[in-house]
Nanobody
């Protein structure tokens, strides 16, 4: 059984930073690509960042240079460091394991003054 549990969301002012964490259960964590997605009200869920088991990354154009995805395979954790946050980054952020289509419950990020 695979579970993904996100944490670290909250309210932050524009220009601020947040670090999201995703704790994963299940075996062979290190071989699976992991991703962070987000869904804003009235919009479709979109990929924010993705990281392979070996650490290769890719990002949505809207977050390049501001967000950094990383992972700790020993701890079975995935992180999303978000800097220079903008109001348009406001959304529920979800952790995802592509293989098997596993999702976390989501964590709310609100960027507002």
């Amino acid at each position: 059984q695979v579970q993904l549990v996100e944490s670290g969301g909250g309210l932050v002012q524009p220009g601020g930073s947040l670090r999201l964490s995703c704790a994963a259960s299940g075996s062979m964590f290190s071989i699976y690509p992991m991703g962070w997605y987000r869904q804003a009200p009235g919009k479709q869920r979109e990929l924010v960042a993705r990281i392979t088991g070996s650490g290769a990354t890719n990002y949505a154009d809207s977050v390049k240079g501001r967000f950094t995805i990383s992972r700790d395979n020993f701890k079975k954790m995935v992180y999303l460091q978000m800097n220079s946050l903008k109001p348009e980054d406001t959304a529920v952020y979800y952790c995802n394991r592509e293989s098997g289509g596993y999702w976390g419950q989501g964590t709310q990020v609100t960027v507002s003054s």
